[in-house]
């Protein structure tokens, strides 16, 4: 139950200023396309981001982002107390979250087009 409430928080938290920070800032939602999350849709998916909504691909990226973070955090913090081994095992983590849920946003976007 500890790790459900801890994950809830961490991913509120960071969805929060996801949207403070990127989503409801025009400069910052603009820029999101030109983003790494944006190259990456575009050379592996062929999504067309002309034809997106900024504030929608923002929302989903901040959607993301928060998700990623928040398992990172809650699979290596709470579960290993070893800082070395923390940081060892965040790396692997975040790159095969990245991957899957960037994925399943190209595989998204692709078919919605």
Do not use: W
């Amino acid at each position: 139950m500890e790790i459900v409430v801890s994950f809830v928080i961490s991913f509120s938290l960071i969805f929060i200023l996801y949207l403070i920070l990127v989503v409801f800032n025009k400069k910052a939602r603009k820029k999101l396309k030109t983003g790494i999350e944006a190259k990456f849709l575009k050379k592996v998916y062929k999504v067309s981001l002309s034809k997106i909504d900024d504030k929608k691909f923002a929302y989903r990226i901040a959607f993301n982002n928060s998700i990623i973070i928040a398992v990172t955090f809650c699979t290596t913090g709470l579960f290993f107390d070893n800082s070395i081994l923390q940081i060892l095992l965040s790396f692997p983590i975040l790159i095969l979250l990245i991957i899957f849920l960037y994925s399943l946003t190209g595989r998204y976007y692709t078919r919605h087009e």
